[in-house]
């Protein structure tokens, strides 16, 4: 850092120096959250926010472009190599973005489509009516059965076999078990459609085969960036070469305008993290570490949404324990625990105060921490809800987070004096 900031704007250099400190002092667990690196924020803070090259790579409408066009077609080169992917866009600003191009280049308004509900663990992107894609499209939401709490793949099939849809859309915000691509991609033959695959939260474990990958069996795949991938925040989508040129247009000029050429290039560096053994170590780290930490929850009593986790991250159900999601992400946040209040499938609470939480593990394991820290928190987070609004007990919690939290540096050529 060249300390310009603190001398041109020290009002926003206080407000940047105050989160760093918050990220390094809290624990982190919102599943979508992720650390990355110094050499990907050092990409994103660069010159090449200042360049525009609308079009792609040796195909501009702008001059200048000799360099950016290397650093998209490095990002383009190796998301291929780290996805076995035959077709890239890198240039999606998030995943919203992502998925919303995916559905313009292959969907007319209207037109019938299925998505994961929102309320059973889907994205707002997959046919939620808050949003363009309910908005735009004719989506129906499928869901998680009632008694496993796992994809209710005899519904989809039924749904698909119904009404026929052009596209069926599969992927999660909110969902701790592995996704059967194989059988989706069957449900979807039988009833004559494409497959969108939206892994913005699972990206990092599928690239270290920690989770199964959707690229065989998809035709279109979307994700973000940012989550457990690590790096800039920013979206990507690949696709089959027969629709490359479909999905381009959607996504520049149909969509966007200038792409993010700083982000992509922070992506460029975030896809050679991925490339590396010690990124697999740590994707299977994570998985290590939201077991341990499922395990321990449940063994103080709280109950997992379908019993524990496969991936990154899990729902915790406090109806038994009477309290809310709202309240029990508010007084985790008090004590430096930082989760989301999220909606259990058939829950009875609306959205806005929720019966569960979500807690995901990616950050922390990219602090360092390993299944005797995942217990440790298991513990505060025990003590934490079984006691609400405890002054002394969360003093004593919030003691313990701040010496969990210093033993497992982060940012510290971020922190000025
Ligand atoms: C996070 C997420 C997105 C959206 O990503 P943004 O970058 O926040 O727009 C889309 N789909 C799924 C499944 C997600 O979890």
């Known amino acids: 850092m060249s300390g310009k900031l603190k001398e ?3 009002e926003v250099a206080e407000i940047l120096q105050a989160e760093v400190r918050r990220e390094i002092g809290e624990i982190e667990l919102i ?9 990907v924020l050092e990409a994103q803070g660069s010159v090449l926010t200042n360049k525009y090259a609308e079009g792609y790579p040796y195909r501009r409408y702008y001059e200048g472009c000799r360099y950016i066009d290397q650093v998209e077609q490095l990002a383009i080169d190796r998301a291929q190599a780290l996805f076995g992917a035959e077709h890239v866009n890198v240039q999606p600003h998030s995943g919203s973005q992502a998925d919303l191009e995916v559905y313009t280049a292959i969907l007319k308004p209207g037109d019938t489509a299925l998505g994961m509900s929102l309320a059973h663990g889907g994205h707002l992107t997959h046919g939620s009516p808050v949003n363009f894609s309910g908005q735009t499209y004719n989506f129906i939401p499928y869901g998680v059965d009632r008694r496993t709490e796992r994809l209710d793949l005899d519904q989809l099939r039924e749904l698909a076999l119904r009404h026929r849809p052009k596209l069926i859309v599969v992927g999660a915000s909110a969902y701790p078990r592995i ?4 059988a989706i991609r069957s449900i979807a033959d039988e009833a004559g459609c494409y497959v969108l695959a939206d892994i913005a939260h699972i990206a990092g474990l599928v690239v270290a085969g920690v989770h199964p990958s959707p690229i065989p069996y998809c035709e279109f795949v979307t994700t973000t960036t940012h989550k457990t991938l690590r790096g800039p925040r920013g979206g990507m989508i690949l696709c089959r070469k027969e629709f490359a040129r479909t ?3 959607a996504v520049f000029p149909g969509m966007q305008g200038g792409p993010l ?3 992509i290039a922070a992506k460029a560096v975030c896809f050679h993290e991925a490339l590396s053994p010690e990124f697999k170590a740590y994707q299977q780290q994570i998985v290590t570490n939201a077991k341990a930490l499922a395990e321990a929850l449940s063994g103080y009593g709280f109950r997992l949404v379908s019993g524990g986790t496969d991936n990154h991250l899990m729902l915790v159900d406090l109806t038994l324990k009477e309290i809310t999601g709202k309240v029990a992400a508010q007084s985790l946040a008090e004590c430096g625990i930082i989760a989301n209040k999220n909606e259990i499938p058939f829950d009875k609470q609306s959205p806005m105060i929720t019966s569960g939480i979500r807690l995901g593990t990616p950050a922390a394991t990219t602090r360092g921490m390993k299944e005797p820290e995942m217990k440790l928190i298991a513990e505060l987070i025990s003590q934490a809800l079984h006691n609400i ?3 002394a007990v969360y003093n004593e919690i919030k003691q313990e987070v701040k010496k969990l939290s210093a033993g497992f540096p982060l940012y510290p050529e971020l922190l000025s004096n």
Request: aromatic share 8%; glycine share 0%.
């Open 8 to 10: 041109v704007d020290p």
């Open 31 to 39: 599943a979508s959250e992720n650390f990355s690196s110094l050499a």
């Open 179 to 182: 996704i059967d691509f194989p």
């Open 247 to 249: 999905i381009d247009k």
């Open 261 to 263: 050429m700083h982000i």
């Open 389 to 391: 609004d405890h002054t």
